[in-house]
């Protein structure tokens, strides 16, 4: 990128700290100073920043050759001088004004970029700034701090992540939306209902932090491969024939071995129509002494490459009468704790966020309210459904959607039947929900025990997001 441009967002990412540091004004405390024309602080600013703020107030669109010393130099003055007042209204207009420039110095060579931040000031600061990809479902939302105030840009504060590291991946929409821009056709494949997964009777691991004995379990193998091989390509190629632009499988049912003969597949039969992205079934790997145990899917992109593995972070739990029994995995939790996003405009920001990660409360809240996704794709081996049916529209309120895909093999580890009368679903919150009519909020799909399916060939269900106001 432009050295110009780098700085330009060098100092943003200073700004945004120290009014991080300070007392954010609220939404209606910066309504009241944007709406005083005739303030000394709106004065000041038009005297620093001429080529930035027009006398009626609106701002200027910024070229390269403006972003210059005398520039960097007064929003270096008024980073001195402390106002926070002033801060935020220099923020409010140092976002704006940059839009054309960037747009115009910057643009896809490939379908897909990787950027770390467009800062490089975030040892320093602790800010990373991105590009905001705008989501078509996205709601007003009252209240959103400083990231609210923002139009076309949007920070994460690292200092809120407890050494959680963020990945970014900026897709073109055209290599997402299969069908145009009118709507996000999703599509979960629970698989099947056989025994897939054998488990570990609880024995003696080494907890990571405290170094103290604690009871655990792994996965030992993968049953039926060859059977979970097939219906996973099968139902690759299905849902590419329906249009589907996000597949996802569910938690633990893949293998590396399993990944590769799909690629190998998928590579062989390069004209047939797939989703643009994949959500493979996750990969539970054992390893030498357990020590770096992982769980782990991959996100595939246009059944052509493996565009990033995403690790399962927190370690799901079952209680006995000897106590609780933890996954695992993670015995160093620096190790691979890191989240990947892709950046699509007009769909937001998508994550993977694997099972159990999705309920720990701790690592939900971090990537919820620090992230932002607008939506979550969550693989599942789940002996329930309660919980990610009423956290479902849980964060509606900032505009995200969530994809949920258990699988019915999960029924063989509890007696509970009742709790696979629901095997997946999909938020669909968009601008053409009905508030009188529930189901335009979400689609929830059947498991075994409603399903009437006499097998699992071929199990897949379909919902899709509009990406239009309603007529």
Same mark, same amino acid.
């Given at each position: 990128?432009?050295?110009?441009?780098?700085?330009?967002? !060098?100092?943003?990412?200073?700004?945004?700290?120290?009014?991080?540091?300070?007392?954010?004004?609220?939404?209606?405390?910066?309504?009241?100073?944007?709406?005083?024309?005739?303030?000394?602080?709106?004065?000041?600013?038009?005297?620093?920043?001429?080529?930035?703020?027009? #006398?009626?107030?609106?701002?200027?669109? *910024?070229?390269?050759?403006?972003?210059?010393?005398?520039?960097?130099?007064?929003?270096?003055?008024?980073?001195?001088?402390?106002?926070?007042?002033?801060?935020? %209204?220099?923020?409010?207009?140092?976002?704006?004004?940059?839009?054309?420039?960037?747009?115009?110095?910057?643009?896809?060579?490939?379908?897909?970029?990787?950027? !770390?931040?467009?800062?490089?000031?975030?040892?320093?600061?602790?800010?990373?700034?991105?590009?905001?990809?705008?989501?078509?479902?996205?709601?007003?939302?009252?209240?959103?701090?400083?990231?609210?105030?923002?139009?076309?840009? /949007?920070?994460?504060?690292?200092?809120?992540?407890?050494?959680?590291?963020?990945?970014?991946?900026?897709?073109?929409?055209?290599?997402?939306?299969?069908?145009?821009?009118?709507?996000?056709?999703?599509?979960?494949?629970?698989?099947?209902?056989?025994?897939?997964?054998?488990?570990?009777?609880?024995?003696? @691991?080494?907890?990571?932090?405290? @170094?103290?004995?604690?009871?655990?379990?792994?996965?030992?193998?993968?049953?039926?491969?060859?059977?979970?091989?097939?219906?996973?390509?099968?139902?690759?190629?299905?849902?590419?024939?329906?249009?589907?632009?996000? %597949?996802?499988?569910?938690?633990? *049912?893949?293998?590396?071995?399993?990944?590769?003969?799909?690629?190998?597949?998928?590579?062989?039969?390069?004209?047939?129509?797939?989703?643009?992205?994949?959500?493979?079934?996750?990969?539970?790997?054992?390893?030498?002494?357990?020590?770096?145990?992982?769980?782990?899917?991959?996100? +595939?992109?246009?059944?052509?490459?493996?565009?990033?593995?995403?690790?399962?972070?927190?370690?799901?739990?079952?209680?006995?009468?000897?106590?609780?029994?933890?996954?695992?995995?993670?015995?160093?939790?620096?190790?691979?704790?890191? *989240?990947?996003?892709?950046?699509?405009?007009?769909?937001?920001?998508?994550?993977?966020? $694997?099972? /159990? #990660?999705?309920?720990?409360?701790?690592?939900?809240?971090? +990537?919820?309210?620090? $992230?932002?996704?607008?939506?979550?794709?969550?693989?599942?081996?789940?002996?329930?459904?309660?919980?990610?049916?009423?956290?479902?529209?849980?964060?509606?309120?900032?505009?995200?959607?969530?994809?949920?895909?258990?699988?019915?093999?999960?029924?063989?580890?509890?007696?509970?039947?009742?709790?696979?009368?629901?095997?997946?679903?999909?938020?669909?919150?968009?601008?053409?929900?009905?508030?009188?009519?529930?189901?335009?909020?979400?689609?929830?799909?059947?498991?075994?025990?409603?399903? @009437?399916?006499?097998?699992?060939?071929?199990? +897949?269900?379909?919902?899709? $997001?509009?990406?239009?106001?309603?007529?």
């Amino acid at each position: 990128m432009i050295n110009q441009l780098v700085w330009y967002f !060098d100092q943003m990412a200073e700004i945004i700290r120290r009014i991080e540091e300070e007392e954010v004004f609220r939404e209606k405390d910066f309504s009241s100073l944007l709406g005083d024309k005739n303030n000394q602080i709106y004065l000041d600013l038009i005297s620093l920043f001429p080529k930035l703020i027009k #006398d009626d107030r609106s701002f200027r669109s *910024l070229t390269i050759s403006d972003i210059d010393e005398t520039f960097s130099s007064a929003v270096s003055v008024v980073l001195d001088g402390g106002n926070v007042a002033m801060l935020h %209204l220099l923020l409010y207009y140092m976002d704006r004004g940059i839009e054309d420039c960037y747009m115009q110095m910057t643009g896809f060579e490939d379908d897909i970029e990787s950027c !770390d931040a467009l800062n490089i000031n975030i040892h320093d600061t602790h800010i990373i700034i991105l590009k905001k990809a705008k989501c078509k479902w996205s709601m007003r939302q009252p209240g959103n701090g400083l990231n609210g105030l923002l139009k076309n840009f /949007y920070y994460i504060d690292q200092n809120k992540l407890d050494g959680m590291q963020i990945k970014n991946y900026i897709l073109d929409y055209r290599a997402v939306l299969k069908t145009g821009n009118t709507s996000l056709k999703i599509a979960v494949s629970p698989i099947t209902r056989e025994k897939t997964v054998e488990f570990s009777a609880p024995y003696d @691991g080494i907890n990571g932090k405290t @170094g103290i004995s604690q009871k655990v379990f792994r996965v030992e193998r993968i049953l039926k491969e060859e059977l979970i091989t097939n219906q996973v390509i099968e139902n690759i190629h299905i849902a590419g024939e329906e249009d589907v632009d996000i %597949l996802v499988f569910p938690e633990m *049912l893949g293998t590396q071995d399993m990944l590769c003969k799909v690629m190998e597949a998928l590579g062989s039969n390069w004209e047939t129509d797939v989703p643009a992205l994949i959500v493979f079934p996750s990969v539970w790997e054992k390893t030498e002494n357990d020590l770096t145990n992982t769980n782990k899917s991959y996100m +595939i992109l246009n059944g052509e490459e493996v565009l990033f593995e995403q690790h399962k972070r927190c370690d799901y739990k079952y209680d006995t009468a000897d106590g609780p029994v933890y996954e695992d995995i993670n015995r160093d939790r620096d190790k691979n704790n890191i *989240l990947n996003i892709i950046h699509v405009e007009g769909l937001g920001r998508i994550c993977i966020v $694997i099972c /159990y #990660d999705y309920l720990d409360e701790e690592n939900q809240e971090r +990537i919820m309210q620090n $992230i932002r996704p607008t939506l979550v794709c969550t693989p599942s081996f789940s002996t329930g459904s309660f919980h990610f049916e009423t956290l479902a529209e849980a964060f509606f309120k900032q505009s995200c959607n969530l994809v949920w895909c258990n699988t019915c093999s999960a029924a063989h580890e509890t007696k509970k039947d009742k709790n696979f009368e629901i095997i997946g679903l999909v938020t669909t919150l968009s601008k053409q929900c009905d508030p009188l009519d529930p189901g335009s909020f979400k689609r929830i799909f059947k498991g075994k025990t409603k399903c @009437g399916r006499e097998n699992c060939k071929n199990c +897949i269900y379909y919902a899709e $997001i509009p990406l239009k106001k309603a007529t």
